[in-house]
């Protein structure tokens, strides 16, 4: 069984600790244990210390220090804590029946300052618990030791009265007045189980309080591996896995037939003009064993239909990924499989939401996340670091699932529990659900690095919102992963990704394999020789891509085929063509038919200044701007529908 759980580290720095009190105890701890993956995830559990603060009129006063709600304890500040007068909380332990609203009114209306982040809504059974440091989160041996059938039975036999079970349910404070009834019941109990969801733990000192999380792991993970009734093998293999450039090949088809259905619209799109692409998705791709392994076995993707392994996990997997029956053989079948699932979440949403929970509308009914026997699972956000998280929360229900059907089975939320949770108005106030507000948010571009000019071509499509895969030849990689690092850095993960161009085919798969595809590309037409100081029209630059143009160009049409939908291609003429420099035409600008089902926009534009590029590009996704572009609508085949001149302000 330890082999199933990464064992959580012990990185308690007395040194660093004994110069801490207060406030900066709880911010400390909260580093130790949102870092560590084998005790919670990105964003998930909360923590909190009991200590005075001076209020406004300048009385000490005894506060609660408390996490905000989804803050990250990881990367956690002490304005991630707001602190909450402690006698205003005690006071509701005793009081009458509180609607969700009036709890949370009082929780607001006990902050020590009006400024303050809104704390979690565990707060109160923080506030409860007669303890000066209280600690909530989510390991993944505590879940699946909860998870698996005989997990209560094995939980009392290792745990004993040292520890209370408690059956999943919304934190409100019902909760929190039963648990501390329980609690004060039980003068042995350092901690509570919660099934299907995680571990409360307590103590006097920060120290005492981190290792009990600690013993509660390593406790699981041994009441679990007396309970181990077969291999930890989900029933051994059941697809085979394709050899790894086969799996990438054909990776290379699906995933843009999985982002493409997975897209929303931006503004502007199919506007007939050559410009708006669909509002993308970001996709994670993880190829590691452990999910090709789980992809390709008799039982692990069938008991992810049957809830998340966490309740955090419905922000960002939802209560169960698409899971395709086989190794698909196309994209065909992968857009039929996501249109079974858009219905069934149909069905789902109406059988459990209803009331006040459907005021804010329904989610997107799409997968969030898609198993694929013998290549993996692939995952979607509006941004990389989303992406990426619900990878985490996926990866994390594929743990629990193993671990809990060695033990003979696995048990999560049933479905009208997960859509209570998934359209909880708390729920939805997490900030991991929030998608990007950013221009660009979740549109990728593609773009030639040939030069520095390309660097800040991308660095400015960043600074939108957008993610960049920089294409670069052999001789500029280094140049290139340093300009995505930096960019990465400066505005977020994976924003920027570095691509090895020896062939364009291969630039583009690479792209595809780092994002699931791309909206718009961004490469030379010819080299540039000649300065301008803005985008402008030149006819004698206009490029047919299927006449010769630039390679990258033509190498992405079958991409945007798969996506469904057209891309645009943003070429940057040669500098010495004589430039026709166009006045605002208002309305006046040319139109043309869009295209269906794929193609392109080729759009032909002289700049040197990667300003005036970068402008040129974002005003080809619809998020407005001011350029000026010659058009032609290239089909998917790479034949030429129409040639049109866009001028003027848009």
Request: aromatic share 6%.
């Amino acid at each position: 069984m330890d082999e199933l759980f990464t064992p959580p580290v012990d990185r308690w720095d007395p040194a660093v600790a004994g110069r801490l009190s207060g406030r900066d105890e709880v911010v400390y701890r909260s580093h130790l244990v949102g870092a560590d993956p084998a005790l919670t995830k990105e964003g998930g559990g909360n923590f909190s210390v009991k200590d005075v603060a001076v209020n406004r009129g300048g009385r000490t006063v005894e506060v609660l220090y408390m996490s905000a709600w989804g803050c990250d304890g990881a990367t956690a500040t002490p304005d991630d804590f707001p602190a909450l007068r402690l006698a205003d909380l005690l006071r509701l332990r005793d009081s009458g029946p509180l609607s969700e609203s009036e709890m949370i009114g009082h929780l607001v209306d006990s902050g020590l300052r009006g400024e303050q982040r809104r704390p979690g809504i565990e707060t109160l059974t923080h506030a409860f618990i007669p303890a000066r440091h209280v600690d909530h989160c989510h390991p993944d041996a505590v879940i699946a030791l909860t998870a698996s059938p005989g997990g209560r039975q094995a939980a009392e036999d290792e745990f004993g009265e040292e520890a209370i079970w408690f059956d999943y349910r919304q934190f409100d404070v019902g909760v929190a007045r039963e648990l501390a009834e329980r609690i004060a019941a039980e003068p042995r109990c350092r901690f509570v189980l919660l099934a299907n969801h995680g571990i409360f733990t307590w103590a006097d000192t920060s120290e005492r309080c981190y290792r009990n999380s600690l013993e509660a792991v390593e406790r699981a993970t041994r009441a679990l591996r007396k309970v181990q009734c077969r291999p930890a093998d989900l029933g051994g293999q059941a697809v085979p896995t394709p050899p790894p450039d086969a799996a990438e090949d054909l990776l290379a088809e699906l995933l843009p037939a999985v982002r493409g259905a997975l897209s929303g619209t931006l503004p502007g799109a199919g506007r007939g003009d050559g410009r708006g692409v669909g509002r993308g998705v970001v996709l994670h791709l993880d190829r590691s064993p452990e999910a090709v392994g789980f992809a390709s076995s008799v039982r692990g993707p069938g008991w992810t239909q049957a809830g998340p392994g966490c309740p955090d996990h419905l922000v960002t997997v939802g209560y169960r990924p698409l899971v395709l029956d086989r190794t698909p053989a196309g994209p065909a079948e992968v857009l039929a499989a996501i249109r079974r699932h858009r219905d069934w979440y149909d069905a789902y949403y109406d059988r459990h939401v209803a009331g006040p929970a459907r005021a804010p509308g329904k989610r997107d009914n799409g997968p969030r996340a898609v198993v694929l026997p013998g290549l993996g699972a692939v995952t979607s956000g509006p941004d990389a670091a989303k992406a990426r998280l619900c990878a985490d929360h996926l990866t994390q229900t594929m743990t629990v699932i193993r671990a809990a059907d060695a033990a003979g089975g696995y048990r999560s939320l049933s479905e009208a529990q997960g859509a209570a949770d998934e359209y909880w108005p708390l729920m939805r106030l997490k900030p991991q659900l929030r998608a990007g507000q950013e221009p660009l948010a979740g549109v990728v571009f593609l773009v030639a690095a040939d030069d520095e000019r390309a660097d800040a071509v991308a660095e400015r499509l960043a600074a939108a919102g957008a993610h960049v895969a920089l294409a670069a030849p052999p001789g500029r990689r280094a140049a290139a992963v340093a300009a995505a690092a930096a960019i990465s850095g400066r505005y977020g993960e994976r924003r920027a990704v570095a691509l090895v161009r020896d062939t364009d085919r291969g630039a583009v798969r690479q792209a595809v394999l780092a994002y699931g595809g791309f909206d718009v590309v961004v490469a030379p037409a010819t080299r540039m020789t000649a300065a301008a100081s803005d985008a402008v029209v030149a006819p004698a630059t206009r490029v047919n891509p299927a006449a010769g143009g630039n390679g990258l160009a033509r190498a992405a049409l079958p991409v945007f085929a798969r996506q469904g939908r057209p891309g645009s291609i943003l070429l940057l003429g040669e500098g010495g063509a004589e430039p026709s420099v166009c006045e605002p035409a208002g309305d006046g600008r040319s139109r043309s038919d869009g295209l269906a089902g794929g193609g392109a926009a080729v759009h032909t534009v002289v700049a040197t200044d990667p300003e005036a590029v970068a402008r040129a590009a974002i005003f080809l996704t619809g998020s407005g701007g001011t350029t000026w572009l010659d058009t032609t609508l290239v089909a998917a085949s790479g034949a030429p529908e129409t040639t049109t001149t866009t001028r003027g302000n848009p």
